[in-house]
């Protein structure tokens, strides 16, 4: 799979993709289409007659297991801890983008005073959004100015003008870590944004990698070839090649624009109103020829957003574990329920006094666990930590409060609805042992049924009119 009509052919194949041929509007009945579709975990949807526009419009590529088994290339009925595997395997070995001379991407050019993102079918997705988004499943493509790292990060962009996007690079992200230097440098940061494309770098934009690692490589990695790109019009940084539509520009960390709100992945709007934002001020915007537009709903749970970050984060969380070299871990759930990153639920065998204890702790050292992670729940290797009634029975039968922790403080996103809204960057966390402890020498006796009996009576079942 190589791009975003790859996957619709592929998609359409299996019955994953279908397309909308009635009008549809791009203000609100767009958007709530696809979130009542992703609801009932639908179809992605293609819809191809946006009022006012030719170009089609694609949400909830993201949105099932299935979808997101299709874009890693993985069997059909794999769970998303299946997943999870797959990814920590593959991403291991980095493969870095390759140049070409030509592309796709380059087939049609406005420069300068011919911006015009109006051009766009841009949808408006709630209610109470401060406008139109442009990048909602897009990334932006930045470099950093000492070492050349190439980021790719999700970052939202409202549409605020012919050629002007907001920005919201939340403080440490990579793009924001970046920015910082060019300010210090006195230059504007040139960036990049991407609508439409192989749907798994938009995974990898949403995915927490650590610093100075490109989503580009672990892209290449899983993909097992390199993402062919081509450097930008008027910024140096690498496109995908066969990006749909490409907007370059500059974001001067020194000038604002009022951006938001924007209905948020956790079911609420993001601040009270709108806040003074960098924005990127566009130079050149190029596209295919009959591009496509590609949103996502974000919105209440669960909807594609939630899916790509149980996928995403889910992984990384994995990953990083396995990269720690602790024994025993068995496997990982981030429920997508949590976006995938507020909740993680973690099976492992015990094999010293403590060693929950480690897990539980290593889980909120990680590089995703660091960021807003503020539930961990570990159970013992005979529970699956996506089973959720036996991970409640754990819960119940197996945790003590008196082995769990609070931790008073860590690393919290700014959009979490369960702190103030002024005071979000501090959460605490909760490490909760929903295990039987190890070193006890008595440990409580498991009921078993006899086997002898179980055969005899399965002999008589029909007997028994069961
Ligand atoms: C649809 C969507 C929208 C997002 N919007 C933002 C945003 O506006 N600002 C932000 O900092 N993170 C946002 N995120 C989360 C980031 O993509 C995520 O934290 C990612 O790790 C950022 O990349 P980085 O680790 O390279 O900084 C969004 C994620 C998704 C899926
Ligand atoms: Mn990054």
Redesign the pocket.
């Known amino acids: 799979m190589k791009d975003m009509r790859d996957f619709i052919a592929m998609g359409e194949e299996r019955g994953l993709v279908k397309r909308i041929t009635a009008e549809v509007d791009w203000n609100l009945e767009l958007s709530h289409i696809a979130k009542l579709n992703e609801e009932k975990s639908g179809p992605a949807l293609l819809f191809e007659n946006v009022k006012d526009y030719d170009t089609p419009v694609i949400t909830s590529v993201c949105t099932t297991v299935e979808r997101l088994a299709l874009i890693m290339n993985q069997p059909k009925n794999s769970s998303l801890t299946d997943l999870y595997q797959a990814w920590a395997e593959k991403g291991e070995t980095k493969i870095p983008p390759k140049f070409v001379d030509q592309a796709p991407c380059k087939e049609n050019i406005m420069m300068g005073e011919d911006v015009d993102l109006f051009r766009f079918p841009v949808p408006k997705f709630y209610p109470l959004d401060g406008g139109r988004y442009f990048?909602?499943?897009?990334?932006i493509i930045s470099k950093d100015p000492d070492t050349g790292w190439v980021?790719?990060?999700?970052?939202?962009?409202q549409l605020l003008g012919k050629n002007r996007l907001g920005?919201?690079?939340?403080k440490?992200?990579?793009?924001?870590?970046m920015l910082k230097k060019y300010q210090a440098m006195g230059k504007p940061m040139p960036v990049a944004s991407i609508v439409g494309c192989d749907p798994l770098l938009?995974i990898l934009?949403?995915?927490?990698?650590s610093?100075f690692e490109s989503?580009y490589d672990v892209a290449g990695a899983i993909r097992g070839e390199p993402i062919e790109v081509i450097k930008g019009e008027t910024v140096d940084l690498p496109i995908p090649a066969t990006a749909e539509i490409v907007v370059e520009g500059e974001v001067d960390a020194e000038k604002f624009h009022e951006e938001g709100p924007?209905g948020?992945?956790t079911g609420y709007y993001?601040g009270v109103g709108t806040d003074p934002r960098n924005y990127i001020d566009v130079k050149c915007v190029t596209f295919r020829n009959n591009p496509i537009m590609w949103g996502?709903t974000?919105g209440r749970a669960v909807t594609?957003?939630h899916m790509?970050?149980a996928l995403?984060?889910g992984a990384t969380l994995w990953q990083q574990l396995l990269a720690m070299k602790i024994p025993g871990l068995k496997s990982v759930y981030c429920p997508p329920e949590g976006s995938g990153r507020f909740l993680a639920i973690i099976s492992m065998k015990q094999m010293y006094p403590g060693h929950v204890d480690q897990v539980l702790t290593a889980a909120i050292s990680t590089?995703m666990g660091a960021?807003g992670l503020k539930t961990v729940i570990v159970v013992d290797e005979d529970i699956d930590p996506w089973d959720i009634p036996r991970v409640m029975y754990a819960l119940s039968f197996r945790f003590q409060p008196n082995r769990s922790q609070v931790i008073k403080r860590g690393r919290s996103?700014p959009l979490d609805p369960s702190l103030p809204i002024n005071a979000r960057e501090i959460t605490g966390r909760l490490l909760l042992d929903a295990t039987i402890p190890y070193e006890w020498k008595d440990k409580p006796i498991p009921i078993e049924l006899d086997p002898e009996v179980v055969e005899r009576v399965k002999s008589r079942w029909a007997e028994l009119g069961l």
């Open positions: 990048g909602t499943a897009h990334f980021n790719l990060g999700t970052y939202r962009s920005t919201q690079f939340i440490g992200k990579h793009a924001d870590i938009f934009g949403a995915s927490r990698l610093a989503e924007f948020e992945y993001s996502t974000v594609d957003t790509t970050m995403s984060y590089e960021y996103t």
